[in-house]
Structures are given as C-alpha cells and as structure tokens.
Nanobody, 123 residues
Framework: VRLVESGGGSVQTGGSLRLSCAVP????????MAWFRQAENKEREGVAS???????TYADSVKGRFTISEDSAKNIMFLQLNALTPEDTGMYYC??????????????????WGTGIPVTVLS
C-alpha cells in the first residue's frame, strides 16, 4: 500500500496550508486514515483521524483550526491547516489502518505510513 503526501511548505504565523494524502488503487471505504506530526526531538503525535464509518477525531491542540476530510471517489484524504503557529511545525505523516481503531490518534494502530511532508511555520 502506497501513501503519497503533498502540500507541505513554509508559511508565516497565522497562515494556512492544505495537505493531501493519496492512496492509489486501494478500496477507500474499507479502512481508516489519520494525520500525525512529529516535531524535532519529540514523539509522533496524532493530529486528526477519519474512520471508515465517517467518525472524525481531532487532537485538542488543533481543534477549531484543522479540518480533516476525504474524497473517497478519488482515494484522497485532506488536512486543512488554518491559524498556524510555530508550534505546528514538524513533519506531517498520513497513516492508514486496515482494522477499526481503538484509539484513533495512536500511531501504534496504523498499518501503513507515508514518507512525511514538512510543515514550517515562521514566527
């Protein structure tokens, strides 16, 4: 299973970015997906997830600023990042889980990962 991320970059504080994660050739409605991020010298943390039944979960730190969505027809998941702060800086990864998620923001439950895409928020 190949996950292809795109859309990262550098923005000023308060700016916005849109990340995409494509899963070409995989039946989208049979699994759950999530976004994670990892800042330098920190552990990978869950940001947002969207499960096969449509349930959405956000980390408290991004609620009201980030929005996860999907285009199931095209097998693509998105993450809209608004009101960015330097604390949002890090590598962002999309993950895919083939089983129902016990904890939708826990990295251990992901079966496949993208290679990561950098997000830098300048102060």
């Amino acid at each position: 299973v190949r996950l292809v991320e795109s859309g990262g970059g550098s923005v000023q504080t308060g700016g916005s970015l849109r990340l995409s994660c494509a899963v070409p050739g995989y039946p989208y409605d049979t699994y759950s997906m999530a976004w994670f991020r990892q800042a330098e010298n920190k552990e990978r943390e869950g940001v947002a997830s969207i499960e096969s039944d449509g349930s959405i979960t956000y980390a408290d730190s991004v609620k009201g600023r980030f929005t996860i969505s999907e285009d199931s027809a095209k097998n693509i998941m998105f993450l809209q990042l608004n009101a960015l702060t330097p604390e949002d800086t890090g590598m962002y990864y999309c993950g895919l889980a083939v089983s129902p998620l016990v904890d939708p923001l826990k990295a251990d439950y992901m079966d496949y990962w993208g290679t990561g895409i950098p997000v830098t928020v300048l102060s």
